[in-house]
């Protein structure tokens, strides 16, 4: 059943077109969420939560624009509220790269502490670039920013896990 | 150290054949690109199976709650307009205003019949300017009509089957009224009468169409509250 089809379902509240939405979107919202906010709990948590803003906002869905996207906007807020809700929010301009503290030596061990470094909007950006493979156009609609913001977020993250990574190859060779 | 013509690159400044020439001569580009590749590498390692293996029953369970207390507010705020309607049931409503709907076409009936009959001008055919008047009324409540239309007649079928029944019968028979009056305004449109029942068909038409659009924005007002 195509994905329009299935939206209309929702429209009537029809929860077996739900289920056949989170079967589709299971595991790149688990691993988006989890990438997120680093936590199982709460990445569940904001998947839920994604489903019932979902089931309250359905309505608001215009026909013809990327379904994809408009429920990873869903998404990426539910995870921005936990975030919220955790500690004052941080610096999401990605010009301020140079402002950028490297990880500490005690969690330069892995990738996975590297991208969890990251501000959260440059984390959402990367997390769906490259390791949900979007196009920059649906990181954009996804996260309601420019396509120009998208590129430039990416750039500054590769150029901070590259760092990263130039550290953590000398830290091995000392 | 960062080289500009990766920000140009990485920005979709710079297409991938130019940027590669560069790199070929610049060292700090082909480092960049070297780690990039291992980063991206290292990312990609990172998309594995998440087990969640009890979270559709909870989002299930979310959901059906949910819309446990949808039906049960829109229930409730549809036995409210009941109760405040008066004592009359909505269905005893609905039977008084059948023979109301019964005398108001008979009286365009004898209307039209009237109408039809009186070929020659009288005091009740209207002068040009003012039949221009009254056929722009007309194209006015056509115009709304059409409008509220579009979106009432969607909204019926998400009622209640009382509501559902009412508004399909009450539009039913005020369409039997245009059509009729319609028909005898072809054969004779300046009879005033006859445009009278018309207009007044015409009106309530439009009245019971925002009706339905009102109930309906009372559902959503509901729904956004819950």
Known sequence: ?174 | MSCKELERYDRGEMDEAEFMRHAASCPVCRQALRLDEEVISLTKSLRKTVKAPHLWSRIEEALREKRAEEQQLVQELQLEKKQKSGRFSFRWRFLRFVPAAAALLVVVGIGVYFGLKSSAPSSGLLAHKALARVEKKEQEYMRAIKDLEKQALPQIADLNLDFVFFYRTRLETIDAQIEQCREALALNPANAHIRRYLIAALREKKETLAEVLSLEDEDTKLRRSI
């Open chain 1, 1 to 174: 059943m195509d994905e329009e089809a299935i939206v209309q379902k929702c429209k009537r509240g029809d929860l077996m077109a739900y289920r056949m939405i989170y079967e589709r979107y299971e595991q790149p919202f688990l691993r988006t969420a989890f990438r997120m906010l680093g936590r199982q709990q709460e990445a569940e948590d904001a998947v839920q939560d994604t489903f019932l803003k979902l089931y309250r906002g359905i309505h608001h869905y215009k026909s013809g624009t990327r379904f994809s996207s408009y429920i990873f906007r869903i998404l990426i807020n539910s995870c921005y509220d936990v975030l919220r809700k955790r500690s004052p929010e941080v610096s999401l301009d990605p010009e301020k790269a140079g402002e950028y503290h490297q990880p500490s030596s005690e969690i330069r061990h892995s990738i996975k502490e590297a991208i969890a470094a990251l501000p959260d909007q440059m984390r959402a950006c990367f997390v769906l670039f490259a390791i949900e493979g979007f196009k920059q156009e649906e990181i954009a609609e996804a996260l309601e920013i420019k396509v120009g913001t998208v590129k430039a977020t990416v750039h500054w993250a590769k150029a901070r896990l590259r760092t990263w990574l130039s550290a953590s190859r000398k830290e091995e060779k000392e």
